[in-house]
């Protein structure tokens, strides 16, 4: 079944430490992979997405993700983090099934202390 | 520019009575979807529709019903709410195709006692 796994629920980390977030998806074929990020009392927003070519994305306010298609991986990656980086993050596969609507992760809550 | 608009933002039920919850886009979006989302669970699609005069089950579309009113405007409705459809409703809009990114309004707090 098709499938996306985010392997920590729950994230803690001191400001300025680095964070790594990990996806793994289960789809064949062509995949087009998104993580979304919901501020605390917020709607979802686009971090950063991947579609074709050069498999390290940038996103907004640093984030970056790597596509490495042989371990069917998707991971989020910041070198440092901030306390406003506190939030729950989304990774999302975009499947022509279901309309081309995101099959979402469970998430993972990230807390950030001074 | 408003994006995503979701009414209302706040809804207690009691069992057994219905709502309707709107959504509209001004980004003219062919595809419009409306999750929800429980804690742990991530967000679980109820219904989709891919473009307008279309829709179809998502995962978990038992208890609900959709209408896709126009290209603008799709909304959810619950015909007898039970306590297991508390939740946090979120409606989406995109482009139709894979790599559209979704637009999410702000969210629908429903509580059903």
């Known amino acids: 079944a098709q499938s996306v796994s985010q392997h920590n629920h729950h994230v803690i980390l001191s400001e300025a430490a680095s964070l790594e977030l990990g996806c793994n998806y289960s789809?064949?074929?062509?995949?087009?992979l998104f993580w979304y990020v919901q501020y605390p009392g917020q709607h979802l927003q686009l971090l950063l997405k991947?579609?074709?070519?050069?498999?390290l994305v940038k996103g907004i306010k640093g984030f970056e993700a790597e596509f490495i298609k042989s371990k069917f991986s998707f991971n989020l990656r910041k070198p440092s983090v901030q306390w406003s980086d506190t939030a729950e993050y989304f990774c999302a596969v975009k499947s022509r099934h279901s309309g081309y609507a995101l099959n979402f992760g469970k998430g993972t809550s990230l807390l950030v202390t001074p | 520019n408003a994006g995503v608009t979701q009414t209302p933002k706040f809804q207690v039920l009691k069992t057994g009575q219905s709502m309707t919850l709107q959504c509209a886009q001004d980004m003219n979006h062919n595809s419009m979807y409306w999750y929800r989302q429980d804690p742990g669970m991530g967000l679980r699609l109820i219904y989709y529709?891919?473009?307008?005069?279309?829709?179809d089950k998502g995962e978990v579309p038992n208890g609900y019903n959709v209408s896709r009113l126009n290209k603008r405007e799709f909304s959810l409705r619950l015909e007898s709410a039970a306590p297991s459809q508390t939740s946090v409703y979120f409606c989406?809009?995109?482009?139709?195709?894979?790599?559209?990114?979704?637009?999410f309004g702000e969210g629908s707090r429903l509580t059903v006692l």
């Open positions: 991947y579609f074709s070519g050069d498999p």
């Open positions: 989406a809009s995109s482009e139709f195709g894979s790599t559209g990114e979704l637009f």
């Open positions: 529709s891919a473009s307008e005069g279309t829709t």
């Open positions: 789809y064949g074929g062509t995949v087009n």
